[in-house]
């Protein structure tokens, strides 16, 4: 089950190089004639993709960035200052876009250049191709590089959280082990007796009930307790429902 990609932020820790990069965006290249980007205004885009990306990759990832092209029907007008910028909500990292502007020239204009930026470090892959529903062994699994970058699901780097959970997806050898390519537990079925630990600021409280649904990781359940009142919380453990206050 693919869980869906979340908005994207960048990290305050970003934002001092994001201003940096796009200085040296807006100083660079001297005049841009009209229909083409300088070539110090494309480098500038990809050392700002590169910086961006890095805030956010594990320690001593190996970062790459790639400037692709503009669409070819589209005619700049000359420019004599170019900034770049990380659009808002953009996330930098895999096929990604730059924002590149006109802030000083006759005719004001705004691009998005595309950057490819991959993100090299080690995690956990399949020694051997799995089928879907095939369970994972310590045995099966080993620490390589791979492109972090290569899809919105991270890959996993504990071993852990990996031994004995059931493939949702095809895997094949040498292919990270991302947590979008494994079934979420089961904590409970539908009928069963559940725990349900109600949690506030400074105390909890547990009580028992029926569950009217099957608790699912990462889904909401209803369980109805002893006293008929039915609650809305999420499967945390083999038979409980954590309930928020």
């Known amino acids: 089950m693919k869980k869906p990609a979340l908005p994207f932020r960048l990290p305050s820790a970003t934002t001092a190089a994001t201003a940096a990069f796009a200085l040296i965006g807006a100083l660079a290249g001297g005049p841009c004639s009209a229909g083409e980007l300088p070539a110090a205004s494309v480098d500038a885009a990809v050392a700002l993709a590169r910086e961006s ?4 990759a594990p320690r001593d990832a190996r970062i790459q960035a790639s400037a692709g092209q ?15 910028y990380v659009p808002d909500g953009m996330r930098p990292w895999g096929h990604t876009r ?17 950057v490819t930026v991959q993100v090299f470090a080690p995690a956990l892959v399949s020694t051997r191709a799995l089928p879907a529903g095939a369970v994972l062994e ?11 970058a290569a899809d919105p699901a991270l ?12 493939l949702s997806h095809p895997v094949g050898a040498g ?4 947590s979008t390519d494994i079934r979420p537990r089961e904590w409970f079925a539908a009928g069963d007796t559940v ?39 999420m499967p945390a453990a083999d038979h409980r429902l954590d309930l928020d206050l």
């Open 53 to 56: 990306a890095a805030a956010l």
């Open 70 to 84: 503009l669409d070819p029907r589209l005619h700049l007008a000359a420019c004599n200052r170019i900034q770049t």
């Open 98 to 114: 730059i924002g590149l502007r006109c802030v000083e020239g006759p005719s004001p204009w705004n691009v998005f250049l595309p």
């Open 138 to 148: 310590q045995a099966g699994l080993e620490r390589a590089e791979v492109d972090w």
């Open 155 to 166: 890959p996993t780097t504990d071993a852990d959280t990996l031994v004995g959970r059931q």
């Open 175 to 178: 292919q990270p082990v991302r």
């Open 195 to 233: 725990s349900v630990v109600a949690k506030g600021t400074g105390f909890s409280v547990s009580s028992q009930g029926q569950a009217l649904n099957n608790g699912i990781e990462g889904q909401s359940a209803r369980v109805r307790l002893d006293n008929g009142r039915i609650v809305s919380g």
